[in-house]
């Protein structure tokens, strides 16, 4: 879906950041401001599973085609990257996702247990947190992307290391063997 | 210091430094998840007995060395692409209908574009507590606001990580390689003979020689 933007007007008697005459945009298109607003309520879970389905669609291609190494570290170098990649998305979503719905019982501020409240800023008025839907749910988003940052040294070794090691070998082996039957044909038609 | 003053420090460093900001709390924690999961596949690299040694000095190098570009370019690349984003929107010059009437309505059409404007500054938008305060604007704001810093901060994260990183990694990680592999080879340089040695029951004798040459006949010709 293309976004609609329209040219505005033009400003020639102030300096633009870039020095140039400002040109100025204009989103017209609702729904563009809709899903503009959709994606801005994303947080970090979200960004690291785009960069996790944009890593595979990169990543594994580019390290196949390095001819700086042998046709072995290449195979080995490419279905580690895979196996490193699916890993490291999977725990880096579900434990950032965890944790920010964690910190959501630890802020509430309409709740009466003060354990409920425990991590509610204190320089910002109850009223004005509760009132603040938008500053809630970033506070949320922040505190517990950092928690996950602490939980995530237990499970990168715990999780990431021995389920990268599990992907790397298989895909090795499935690659070895599609590279032999590969071999074995080329020989065949020969 | 007992775990609700804790709490509540911690609760307000995080809102004073990174709750207002979607862009740069992505940046700060993406850069700290970097370090802690890059350090976890270095291990995995170096414990894994199923890789051969050789593609070792070539794999684990080429962590590190996706370690340190893979956290230098994610910092650089995802920084300047979100304070790009951020600034569009801050001085106006990329911005919805709706924010285009507010700016129109406390007379800012004159900067925006231009450094002298941040709309995040002005007491409309930055003090909730202020009586100035416009919560409409505040809310076409940073619904324009909150999805342009993510969308700039997240191209700025698969440009470095997806397409900078793994060329710069594979570059030095095979150089490094070809490093190790020559330093072997002056260390432990391979022996050849310097002309081949039969062994003594093979070799030719005199008397066999003259045998052969005193023969009258000579193959099938019968002379």
Redo the contacts between chains.
């Keep these: 879906m293309a976004i609609n933007v329209n040219t505005?007007k033009r400003?020639t008697?102030?300096?633009?950041?870039t020095g140039a005459p400002?040109?100025?945009?204009?989103?017209?298109n609702e729904r563009a401001?809709r899903?503009?607003?959709?994606?801005?309520?994303?947080?970090?879970p979200h960004?690291r599973l785009?960069?996790g389905i944009?890593?595979l669609?990169?990543?594994p291609f580019?390290?196949w085609q390095?001819k700086?190494?042998d046709k072995?570290?290449r195979r080995?170098?490419t279905a580690?990257?895979i196996g490193?990649i699916i890993a490291?998305t999977i725990s880096?979503v579900i434990v950032r996702a965890g944790c920010i719905a964690l910190i959501k019982k630890?802020t509430d501020a309409n709740a009466n247990k003060?354990w409920q409240k425990?991590?509610?800023?204190?320089?910002?008025?109850s009223n004005?947190y509760k009132n603040?839907e938008?500053?809630l749910k970033?506070?949320r988003?922040?505190?517990g992307?950092?928690v996950?940052?602490f939980v995530?040294?237990f499970t990168?070794?715990a999780f990431?290391?021995p389920v990268?090691?599990f992907l790397?070998?298989f895909l090795?082996d499935k690659f070895k063997k599609n590279g032999n039957k590969q071999q074995t044909k080329e020989r065949g038609n020969l | 210091m007992n775990?609700?003053n804790l709490?509540?420090s911690?609760?307000?460093f995080?809102?004073?430094k990174?709750?207002?900001n979607?862009g740069t709390?992505?940046l700060w924690?993406?850069t700290?998840?970097w370090i802690?999961?890059s350090?976890?596949?270095i291990?995995?690299?170096a414990?894994?007995n199923?890789?051969p040694k050789?593609?070792k000095k070539?794999?684990i190098p080429?962590e590190i060395a996706d370690a340190a570009v893979n956290i230098a370019s994610f910092i650089v690349l995802t920084k300047s692409f979100t304070k790009f984003g951020e600034?569009?929107v801050k001085?106006?010059?990329?911005?919805?209908?709706k924010i285009?009437e507010f700016i129109s309505k406390y007379n800012l059409?004159?900067?925006?574009?231009?450094?002298?404007l941040d709309i995040t500054k002005l007491p409309q938008i930055e003090d909730?507590?202020s009586p100035k305060h416009d919560k409409d604007f505040s809310?076409a704001f940073?619904?324009?606001?909150?999805?342009?810093?993510?969308?700039f901060?997240?191209i700025g994260?698969?440009i470095s990580?997806?397409?900078v990183t793994?060329?710069a990694r594979?570059?030095l990680?095979?150089?490094s390689?070809k490093n190790s592999i020559a330093k072997d080879k002056l260390n432990n340089p391979v022996m050849l003979p310097t002309s081949p040695v039969l062994p003594a029951q093979n070799r030719f004798s005199i008397d066999d020689y003259r045998a052969k040459t005193m023969n009258p006949t000579s193959g099938t010709l019968k002379i």
């Design positions: 505005n400003i008697n102030g300096t633009s950041f400002s040109k100025l945009y204009t989103i017209k401001q899903v503009i607003e959709k994606i801005g309520e994303y947080s970090s960004s785009i960069l944009t890593a669609m990169t990543q580019i390290d390095n700086d190494v072995d570290t080995v170098s580690r990257t490193k490291g880096g630890l003060k425990l991590l509610i800023p204190t320089n910002v008025s004005e603040a938008r500053l970033k506070h988003g922040a505190i992307t950092i996950a940052l995530m040294l990168n070794f990431d290391v990268t090691k790397t070998n090795n | 775990l609700n709490s509540k911690f609760a307000n995080t809102y004073g990174l709750t207002k979607l709390m992505l924690t993406g700290f998840g802690l999961s350090f976890a596949q291990t995995a690299v414990i894994n199923k890789i050789e593609q070539f794999l080429q600034r569009l001085s106006g010059k990329l911005a919805t209908p285009r059409d004159s900067k925006v574009g231009t450094k002298q909730e507590m809310k940073y619904n324009l606001f909150d999805g342009v810093s993510f969308i901060s997240t994260s698969i990580c997806n397409i793994p060329y594979n570059y990680g095979a150089k390689q």
